[in-house]
């Protein structure tokens, strides 16, 4: 098994688009390239070019085909049809995941010096390369990327937030962070809570659309003085869904005292009641 990096230009090809409406990708699967072209069960991470300039994707190569078999429902999402003709063979992509990181834009790589030759173009792969081989070191934090995205969004302000709640204790902060970025903790919390703030009931579908339909903040709610060495989170009692905002006012103290989920609540509807 090898990793892949693989540039697609986001003026020839809508990948975006093609990566929700179809079951699988087919790419272009030269043998010319190095090391031998993409096999079966390599994964492959997809560098999507300007004005996107990011890794977003990452596929599972489970089969290749001819140009015969190239499936028509794929041509549509071509922007660019010119080169279509002249590819001979492709590698059959199984869709794992989709993520948007500062740390995998090109911006994050030119700052931390992580392109051994930029801009990036063509494909590169880690098979057959030497540990401090840059591609190799280049492609590690991509994989360490995808396989740290436990939530599908970076919380660019939390951790800050939290320090200002909780001046008290560094340590608790590090466990309210835990549940609340527990991947396995939130996805049951979003199955049986759903996606709406559980204060304001604003949903970011709704409200921004369809892009934007999986993301939500989720909010821990058990008093820390509480939580005792052998605490385990549960989803159901433990952590509600919130938007950032009424997240961050959860975060804060009134008049000293702790907010409350009831009170926040209340404190929403009072204040919302009295404009109408
Ligand atoms: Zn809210
Ligand atoms: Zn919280």
Known sequence: MANWLVTVNYDEFDLEKAFDALPTIYWKNSTTTEGKGLQINDIVYVYVTQPISKVMYQFKVIGHADQSEYPLAQKAFWKDRTQLDSIKGYAVFEKLKKVDKATL?????????????????????????????????????????????????????????????????????????????????????????????????????????????????????????????SYEVNPETDLIPVCPNCHAMLHRQENGIPMTVERLKLLYEVSRSSKI
Do not use: W
């Open 105 to 229: 834009s090109f911006d994050y790589f030119v700052q931390n010096k992580l392109i051994p030759d930029a801009p990036i173009q063509g494909r590169r792969t880690d098979r057959d390369k030497a540990s401090n081989d840059p591609i190799r070191i280049f492609l590690a934090h991509i994989v360490n990327e995808f396989n740290n995205e436990t939530i599908a969004t970076d919380y660019p302000d939390e951790a800050d937030l939290e320090n200002k709640s909780f001046p008290e204790g560094a340590k608790q902060t590090v466990q309210v962070n835990r549940y609340e970025r527990n991947p396995v903790a939130r996805a049951k919390c979003l199955e049986i809570h759903g996606i709406r703030c559980e204060i304001c009931k604003m949903s970011f579908a709704e409200t921004y659309g369809t892009f934007a339909k999986d993301f939500i903040h989720v909010h821990h709610i058990t008093p820390l003085h509480q939580i005792s060495e």
